[in-house]
């Protein structure tokens, strides 16, 4: 299995840009999850899906941040207009079962977007 | 205060070392706790995860979760240059009716051959 795959890894832009980031999870898994990790903030979940349906966006920081999974095989963070405060790697992550706090389920990570906004 | 507190170091011991990670939480609604290891460039992969209070050991490794203070460790025996990395931990639970997932600020560590 190639595990979780994000493109691009690294992406440079200037501000106002739109940005979109991209993520493959692991075939068959039903959650997917998107975050963001800086010096600052640590690693902080932005939103999950259960089986495509987005459940929780309470960390997506404001409206320039949007979130789709088209499809069980295919999700997208969308930044728009970029911001020099976004800069970040922005990871993507799956596991096998639909997830709720109140269970365990591993996540698996992908290798991370380094974005870069000028 | 955030919820997950975790000195972010960074730490350097000599091979062979015992290694002590920590962090506390404050919502004692958090049910399992979980240590992540992420080398430089990469994508954090899980350790070790236990549930609610109680030890977890996994060869060198050893988790450890004491509810009544609200504090997560990690061991590691027998320290390896290999082991060099950020541990991140984490704590997951229903707080409030919400699903949540929160991660500590995660700690450098560098095992000195």
């Known amino acids: 299995d190639a595990g979780v795959i994000q493109s691009p890894r690294h992406e440079v832009t200037e501000m106002g840009q739109e940005v979109t980031l991209r993520c493959k999870p692991i075939s068959g898994h039903n959650s997917l999850f998107w975050y963001r990790q800086t010096m600052m903030r640590g690693l902080e979940l932005l939103i999950y899906?259960?089986?495509?349906?987005?459940?929780?966006d309470s960390g997506m920081p404001e409206d320039r941040f949007s979130a789709k999974m088209p499809n069980a095989s295919f999700s997208t963070l969308k930044i728009q207009p970029s911001e020099p405060r976004d800069s970040a790697v922005y990871f993507c992550a799956s596991s096998l079962g639909p997830w709720r706090a109140s269970s365990y389920n591993e996540q698996f990570f992908g290798p991370g977007t380094r974005l870069t906004v000028l | 205060q955030k919820e997950v507190e975790q000195d972010p170091g960074p730490l350097s011991v000599p091979e062979g070392a015992i290694v002590s990670l920590n962090c506390t939480y404050s919502?004692?609604?958090?049910?399992?706790f979980m240590w992540y290891r992420q080398y430089s460039r990469k994508g954090p992969e899980l350790l070790m995860y236990t549930y609610s209070s109680g030890n977890k050991e996994d060869g060198r490794f050893t988790a450890q979760v004491d509810k009544s203070s609200k504090y997560i460790s990690l061991f590691i025996r027998d320290s390896q240059p290999s082991d060099s990395a950020t541990y991140l931990c984490a704590a997951q639970g229903v707080i409030q009716g919400a699903q949540k997932l929160v991660f500590g600020q995660g700690t450098r560590l560098t095992i000195n051959p």
């Open positions: 899906f259960n089986n495509n349906v987005p459940i929780d």
């Open positions: 919502n004692s609604a958090f049910q399992y």
